[in-house]
């Protein structure tokens, strides 16, 4: 379902009311999970968006996204978990094993065949046509897919394990999971059930004994070393990492003008990068529990202050950076970034110009036809040697360029042809520029250079007055400039505590604009220009702003 990019339609905080009855749902759904399991996946205060979007094929999807992460979302009124989900709670559904080569045809958009089965010694998990499941691969329980059983255990067995097993609904590496941080499954040691069994203090497989290696491969629970020899437990290990991304982010990536900062944009923006690679961050296998818990800890020892801003919402309101523990943390050696999002950067914008079929008499002589596309100081050395070669400087006064019939064709008006004239160097060549077509380089860091003909659209910013007599910031042309429109307007629905909307730009074709509850116009010039450092030139409407005391 998520093979392919998807279509946000809106991105919004959750009421309370909503937030009451997605817990109640979620108790339905999934009847295993106890209360504070319910609580943990469906927080009571911290920040929960209700995401709506329309697949590849069209279908109407609700995603709720907890910390970054969509955590479930909703398909014709009925409730999946996502694997991000299933990472904390892999027992949540029936298990069915596969061989990791599958992946990738799941991943592509494949369902699951029966003959990619892997059937364990104690058997296939009993359920009915429809029942959802997930689906794990080899040597790790922690699921990668979900799907529908497309027909039941006994009809499985009795077709021989041959045909469509599942529909798969979302997997791993998904547009669904790349909407979240992007972190790879733990590695969830099997069950005894699966086919492992202790034997004489060795952990063996039934179909052979396993190396070392993939012993402490199995026995490592979200990226922490489970080993038994470690006199840490896996709640220490979790602590600590808790503690050395928290320095981390805080002595590397978060500046005083970022503050005051969303708790929630902290843990998804900040502490998940500072993440090492190969480990994941999981607050809730901490002893702490929960991101507002650990902060208050944070908050005793006076290295930062949370304040709730708004109602249910809490932010970092002040850090200080002089504190011992931010100071004397040494950073450690960077880490390959490998599949994580590299930090935007603004594209090179080169104004070029195009020859028409009207100038190409002037150019030809330099090689140049109809068409050709040159910088401005090609433009000018061209006409400086064509001046030059066919004698045209005048001869008493060297600023002066006496025009012939090809010069006069190109560049002067209709009644201005019939007089001798002569004019400076610089009217000249501005009036040369004025007749060429423009044209413009975009150069994003790390590819080549794109030439586009006519001139590059501004990012434009407008206000506009809905029927509610409410006012909204629209902004357009982002893509232009590299910048993702659901990226920003996630950013911008944290930041200006406001409802968000991606929709298609009116009478531009592929072009998308983020629409902002308000007049935000002062924070998107903000990112634009102070986080993004585009240009002021490539922007319009930053005059919009509210101006200091007026209301927004």
């Known amino acids: 379902m998520f ?9 919004t905080a959750i009421k309370g009311s909503d937030r009451r009855k997605l817990r109640a749902d ?20 911290e920040e929960l968006n209700i995401v709506k979007l329309y697949a590849h094929r069209g279908d109407a999807v609700i995603v709720y996204v907890s910390g970054g992460n969509p955590i479930l979302f909703e398909l014709e009124k009925n409730l999946y978990p996502t694997v991000y989900t299933l990472w904390s709670y892999p027992d949540l559904l029936p298990t069915f094993t596969t061989w990791p080569l599958v992946l990738e045809k799941l991943v592509g958009g494949a369902d699951l065949m029966l003959p990619g089965l892997v059937v364990p010694p104690a058997g296939l998990p009993q359920v009915q046509k429809g029942d959802l499941c997930a689906i794990t691969l080899v040597g790790n329980r922690a699921p990668v897919a979900i799907g529908v059983a497309a027909m039941s255990t006994s009809e499985m067995l009795t077709s021989g394990l041959k045909g469509r097993g599942f529909s798969v609904l979302h997997t791993y590496q998904d547009h669904l999971w790349r909407s979240g941080d992007k972190s790879s499954p733990p590695s969830v040691a099997p069950l005894a059930l699966d086919g492992v069994e202790e034997e004489n203090g060795e952990v063996q497989q039934m179909h052979g004994k396993k190396t070392p290696s993939e012993a402490s491969e199995d026995t490592s629970v979200g990226g922490l070393n489970s080993d038994p020899t470690d006199s840490k437990t896996l709640q220490e290990q979790m602590d600590e990492l808790l503690q050395r991304c928290f320095l981390h982010a805080l002595k590397c990536r978060v500046k005083k003008a970022d503050l005051p900062l969303l708790t929630s944009t902290f843990l998804g923006s900040h502490m998940f990068s500072c993440c090492p690679e190969g ?5 809730k296998k901490s002893s702490y529990k929960k991101l507002s818990k650990f902060l208050q800890q944070m908050q005793q020892e006076q290295i930062i202050q949370v304040k709730e801003l708004s109602k249910g919402v809490e932010s970092i309101v002040a850090v200080d950076w002089k504190h011992p523990r931010i100071t004397s943390f040494v950073i450690p050696e960077p880490v390959q970034e490998g599949s994580r999002e590299q930090p935007y950067h603004p594209p090179d914008i080169k104004p070029l110009y195009c020859v028409p079929a009207s100038m190409t008499l002037l150019f030809q002589e330099s090689g140049h036809k109809k068409g050709s596309v040159l910088e401005g100081g090609e433009v000018r050395t061209i006409i400086i040697n064509y001046a030059k070669k066919n004698d045209l400087v005048d001869a008493h006064n060297k600023n002066l360029v006496k025009l012939d019939p090809i010069l006069c064709d190109c560049i002067l008006e209709k009644s201005e042809q019939h007089t001798d004239m002569k004019l400076p160097w610089d009217s000249l060549l501005t009036r040369c520029l004025e007749k060429l077509q423009p044209a413009y380089q975009v150069t994003f860091p790390g590819q080549e250079p794109i030439v586009k003909k006519g001139k590059i659209c501004p990012i434009d910013i407008t206000l506009a007055q809905r029927a509610s007599n409410k006012k909204v910031t629209v902004v357009r042309n982002l893509e232009a400039y590299g910048l993702d429109p659901w990226t920003v307007a996630a950013i911008l629905q944290q930041r200006c505590q406001a409802s968000t909307t991606v929709t298609p730009a009116p009478g531009a074709k592929d072009s998308l604009q983020v629409q902002i509850q308000g007049n935000q116009v002062h924070h998107l010039g903000r990112l634009l220009l102070e986080e993004y450092h585009l240009p002021r030139k490539h922007i319009q409407g930053l005059e919009k702003a509210p101006k200091p005391g007026k209301k927004k």
């Open 3 to 11: 093979a392919k990019a998807f279509r946000v339609k809106s991105n």
């Open 26 to 45: 979620v108790t339905a759904a999934f009847p295993t999970l106890g209360t504070d399991q319910v609580s943990e996946l469906v927080p009571g205060k």
């Open 279 to 283: 480990r994941q961050l999981d607050v």
